[in-house]
Structures are given as structure tokens and as C-alpha cells.
């Protein structure tokens, strides 16, 4: 078991399978040491539990979940792309953060943090990354979508 592997245990973190792509993309693209990970959302497997537009369907919290398990799902595709070695990542550069939000949430930063935050409890210092927060009209009603970049080896 690597140190990644063991991180994630020592956490209580089950990472979720890692999906198919639906459309004409790919999941995860490696080029010149950088690997960028298309948005995720906060799915588990089948299941959508966090569906709605923050401020009025959802609460803070509940977006924050969101995004911590949309970016447990840019992990579980980092795993998959990687052939399950996570400690070939030496840094998550950046996070973009989607949020689904109603016209007067404000919030969208703090919504990012539930994945800004996982990325450091799993990685330390090379966890931590530049990022960006928007708030959007979400696809497929998803409360945010987590896209990533991470520097491998």
C-alpha cells in the first residue's frame, strides 16, 4: 500500500469508483508532467445526493459536502488515470470550483473550501494549490462540479 493509499485509510476515506466519461471527453489528460482532471461532481456511483442551487435549495454545508465529494471523485479518477499509484502525485496545482448558486449566494468560496481542504488533509503541503470559486447555473442541477490540475511524476 502506498503513502496515499495509507493517508486515505488513516482518514476513514473510501474513495468512490471512478466513472466513465458520458460524453466525448476524457476523465483525466497527462501532458508534459501536468495532469488536468475534468470537473466532477458530487456523485456516489448512481446516487446524486446533492442536487439543487445553493442559497435556495441547498445550505453551506451542504454545498461544502458537495464539493468535498466531487473532489473525493477527481482523487478516485487521479487513481484510475494513474493505475491506482497516487503517490506519482507530487502536487495539486489548482482546483476550479463550480457552484451552483441562486442569485444572491455569496458563498462560493467557502462552498470550495470543502474540497480546498480535502486535498490538504490528504496531500500536506502538496496539497495546498491555487484555485477559483464561481458561481454558475449547475449542469444537470449538480450543487457544484470540481475540476483539478495536478503536477505527476
Known amino acids: ?3 496515499i493509499e495509507a493517508r486515505l485509510r488513516e ?3 473510501a474513495l468512490p469508483p471512478a466513472s466513465t466519461p458520458f460524453a466525448s471527453f476524457q476523465h483525466v489528460v497527462i501532458a508534459g508532467g501536468l495532469a488536468f482532471v475534468a470537473g466532477q461532481p458530487p456523485t456516489e456511483g448512481d446516487r446524486r445526493p446533492y442536487i439543487g442551487r445553493l442559497g ?8 461544502q459536502a458537495a464539493a468535498k465529494l466531487s473532489a473525493l471523485n477527481v482523487i478516485a479518477q ?4 494513474l493505475d491506482g499509484d497516487l503517490d506519482r502525485v507530487e502536487r495539486c ?3 476550479g470550483v463550480f457552484v451552483n448558486s441562486g442569485p444572491d449566494f455569496k458563498g ?3 462552498v470550495a473550501n470543502g474540497a480546498s481542504d480535502l486535498m490538504v488533509q ?3 503541503e502538496a496539497g495546498r494549490h491555487a484555485r477559483f470559486a464561481v458561481g454558475t447555473i449547475g449542469p444537470m442541477d449538480f450543487a457544484c462540479s470540481v475540476e483539478a490540475v495536478f503536477q505527476v511524476s
Open 1 to 3: 500500500m502506498g503513502r
Open 11 to 13: 482518514l476513514g476515506i
Open 56 to 63: 435556495i435549495d441547498l445550505t453551506l454545508e451542504q454545498g
Open 78 to 81: 487521479m487513481r484510475a488515470a
Open 93 to 95: 496545482v489548482k482546483l
Open 108 to 110: 462560493q468560496p467557502l
Open 122 to 124: 490528504v496531500w500536506g
